[in-house]
């Protein structure tokens, strides 16, 4: 059955500027690619040298490795009061290195990014913005020992009994769940609320569950694997079956951020379980989180950290275009920075000497004032040399899944070095689509010529905009 279906579905004429198929891994994930989807860290050898082209990254080997010193300390716990600035040209890589310092403190490290202008906003105050940017920055794993059952669920049986509140119809007096692992089957005899726990999660026979002792939770892990082969399309999460015996202490880890816990107390929707958490994080319209409940906050969550349920995990909190903030914001920066809670900060900006926003005459490097400056470790990034504009090219094109044709890669790099990287990579996907109206598989030459004139780079733009301006001006005189 399942070899006529694959032949028949690769018999079948499939358009040409069709997506191709997910692969099987990721058929339940989304298939975005975001811009630093190649990024996967800061390419150093153990002995903290950048390697020419690592963990996504071409070049910039002297703010990789600065950089890689500035993870060193976080972890160390010795970066504390301070932040780190990079500094450098559009397009030259200050977001992508953020992201990799993230991704060299952990997989489970809160990384925040935002832009210096989203403080301007009518709901809240400017200073409010960069204290909920920073409580999120910092995660918070609670690590529990719970008595939970777990297995697979081998029967379901609820048994009913009539209602002793009224003459018409029956209610669920008790559920029996048969739970199975590796090392054997227990029936268990429970609550009808678990009934209505277990009808909420949708769960049947087959699926792998485990039950709360004490508080009744019911969560569902997953599909048994040994149901794996029983459907030709199946987007199933298949798990194992649990090992050990149906009854057991298990560490439960769970990862919240201190931004949210803010949030939940401060519109309590009811509930201890964290989907009511969530529940409270979605309803719309912002509301000020008082100083007063942080403080509270921060007492609870300092004797969570005291009795050793829970761990602190600084994070990181990315401002680009940190020159877009004021001069209050600016102070108020300097107060965070001292907190002894406070998370990993990177700036990032373009600007040389500017005026700080706010003021009218204070002109400072970088538009940040000196003293913030003090506090800053500087890292310049440089700009891209043809070839690595062509290797960041090629990078790309694999990851968006794109082919090149003969010369297309030494063009684009052309176009980078003339303009800018960021021009040369946006060049990629409408090439693809133009040669794929034609029914070429690759992008040809033919097609980056086409999109060059139906694109402009931001040069071109200004300079024809620049002399149609001249042009009419002598029309006029």
């Not at 991704?103 to 925040?112: D, I, N, S, T, Y």
């Not at 693809?432 to 010529?449: F, K, N």
């Amino acid at each position: 059955m399942k070899a006529s279906t694959s032949t028949a579905s690769s018999s079948a004429p499939v358009a040409h500027n069709a997506l191709p198929p997910p692969s099987t891994a990721s058929a339940a994930r989304s298939s975005r690619i975001a811009p630093h989807s190649h990024i996967k860290g800061l390419g150093l050898t153990p002995e903290g040298y950048a390697n020419v082209e690592s963990a996504g990254f071409v070049g910039q080997t002297n703010a990789r490795e600065a950089c890689g010193v500035v993870v060193d300390l976080v972890k160390l716990r010795k970066f504390s009061g301070r932040a780190l600035l990079l500094v450098g040209a559009p397009g030259t890589g200050k977001t992508a290195l953020a992201l990799a310092v993230s991704h060299e403190l952990g997989a489970k490290v809160p990384f925040c990014p935002m832009v210096g202008s989203e403080v301007y906003s009518t709901e809240v105050k400017k200073t409010e913005v960069l204290a909920e940017a920073f409580r999120r920055a910092i995660g918070l794993r609670i690590k529990e020992t719970k008595e939970v059952y777990e297995g697979e669920v081998t029967e379901l049986t609820p048994t009913e009994s009539e209602n002793p509140l009224s003459g018409y119809g029956k209610t669920v007096s008790h559920v029996v769940v048969g739970l199975k692992t590796a090392r054997g089957t227990k029936q268990l005899r429970m609550d009808p609320t678990i009934y209505e726990a277990i009808l909420k999660e949708k769960i049947v026979v087959g699926d792998v569950i485990y039950i709360e002792a004490n508080t009744g939770a019911v969560k569902r892990a997953g599909r048994s694997d040994a149901y794996a082969s029983s459907y030709d399309l199946e987007s199933e999460t298949y798990v194992p079956l649990p090992k050990g015996d149906v009854h057991k202490r298990k560490e439960l880890v769970q990862d919240v951020t201190l931004g949210d816990l803010d949030a939940a107390n401060a519109r309590p929707q009811g509930g201890q379980d964290i989907m009511s958490v969530m529940g409270s994080l979605v309803k719309s319209g912002r509301t000020e989180v008082t100083d007063k409940l942080r403080r509270e906050v921060n007492k609870v969550v300092k004797g969570y950290v005291d009795q050793g349920v829970a761990e602190v995990v600084p994070g990181v909190v990315f401002i680009d275009e940190v020159h877009m903030l004021d001069i209050e914001c600016f102070t108020y920066l300097n107060a965070l920075l001292e907190s002894p809670m406070a998370p990993t900060v990177i700036f990032a900006t373009n600007r040389g000497n500017s005026l700080v926003r706010g003021t009218t005459d204070i002109v400072s490097p970088h538009g940040i004032p000196v003293d913030l400056l003090d506090r800053c470790l500087i890292v310049k990034t440089d700009g891209y040399r043809r070839e690595q504009v062509a290797k960041v090219v090629h990078l790309r094109a694999n990851i968006e899944g794109l082919k090149l044709g003969e010369g297309v890669l030494d063009k684009l790099a052309e176009q980078g070095e003339k303009s800018s990287l960021r021009y040369a990579l946006q060049l990629l996907t409408p090439a693809s689509i133009l040669a794929s109206l034609v029914g070429r598989t690759q992008i040809e030459l033919e097609d980056v010529g086409e999109i060059n004139e139906l694109f402009l780079d931001a040069k071109t733009s200004a300079a024809m905009i620049g002399d149609s301006t001249g042009s009419s001006e002598v029309m006029k005189s």
